[in-house]
């Protein structure tokens, strides 16, 4: 059995790789809008590219595969109703979501001590 140091320590080697992925996806969001900002200012109009659209340039066959083992495998209701929304997303707001939601979930937390001496 290991003691408890080791066990907390253990979980603090998690909780920073879960931080530093959540404030990676957070860089990855902010690149993302700045790519997409300078390109509305080349080009005079907003577009912001979905993350269907980022997906299939960067790797069309996952995104195909994906889809497929969706929809044979499981239901073709859960790629239609829960994938494609979130694909028909801007990507630099998905990847802004999601890593704001790592760096709360593994924020580093105080942990305030109470004292009980003293108290009334």
Known sequence: MRPASALRRGLGDRMIIGRI???LLILLALALL???AWAAWQGGVWLAKPLGALWYEW???SLNLTQAIVQRHLHPAIWDNGFLPVLELPAWLVFAVLGLVLAFLFRRRIVKRKRWYGSR
């Open 21 to 23: 992925l959540g404030w």
């Open 34 to 36: 700045a790519a997409q």
């Open 59 to 61: 790797s069309r066959g």
